[in-house]
């Protein structure tokens, strides 16, 4: 993430961990949603709480912020509804991957592979991947070359490596479809 960092700036030299945060259990998403909306004094039906834990597959980020939205939505009297959550979300992930695109040697092979997975139903192994890019964009793409860029997008959290040579695209909505939109922007603005 700190890319090009020099030397007379503050992290130059330091080192950096990386911290990942899990997803929660459904049941610890629910929890955590109750336990929020009650500290707010805000009653909220169980239905709404089931809604936003499928929508957001517990990405405490996403549950914090449809868990602010709504609160703020209910004390303001403004009318309430989880898309609009989802939407901003959606934005969020779009503009990270969009930044990822920017600094990176391979934008548009990240884009691509976005879309083949996307094209598989989120879903696919790497010679899927590498036959359906080969087939839309019409161009010849290694095994090595594709496994590479596949472990960046891993590592970076864009994609998930389910098996040796399977990979999906993350289960929650938002970041599908801010991949999805941020990768088709890009694809298109380079033809």
């Given at each position: 993430m700190l890319n090009q960092v020099e030397e007379e700036?503050?992290?130059f030299g330091r080192k950096f961990f990386r911290i990942k945060l899990e997803r929660f259990s459904e049941e610890t998403s629910k929890e955590f949603l109750s336990q929020g909306f009650k500290e707010e004094g805000i009653k909220v039906e169980d239905q709404v709480i089931e809604?936003?834990?499928k929508l957001f597959d517990g990405i405490p980020g996403w549950l914090a912020l449809f868990g602010r939205s709504y609160s703020y939505a209910v004390k303001h009297s403004h009318p309430i509804d989880i898309k609009v959550t989802l939407k901003e979300a959606?934005?969020?992930v779009s503009k990270d991957f969009t930044t990822f695109l920017k600094?990176?040697?391979s934008p548009t092979r990240?884009?691509?592979i976005i879309l083949a997975l996307s094209r598989l139903g989120n879903k696919g192994s790497l010679s899927e991947v590498r036959d359906v890019i080969n087939s839309l964009f019409k161009e010849n793409i290694e095994n090595s070359r594709l496994n590479e860029l596949l472990s960046t997008l891993v590592k970076y959290g864009f994609?998930?490596?389910i098996s040796r040579g399977k990979y999906a695209?993350?289960?929650d909505l938002p970041t599908r479809i801010g991949l999805r939109h941020s990768a088709k922007i890009w694809i298109?603005?380079?033809r």
């Open positions: 700036k503050p992290f809604e936003a834990v959606a934005k969020e600094t990176s040697n990240y884009a691509e994609v998930i490596k695209l993350p289960a298109k603005k380079m």
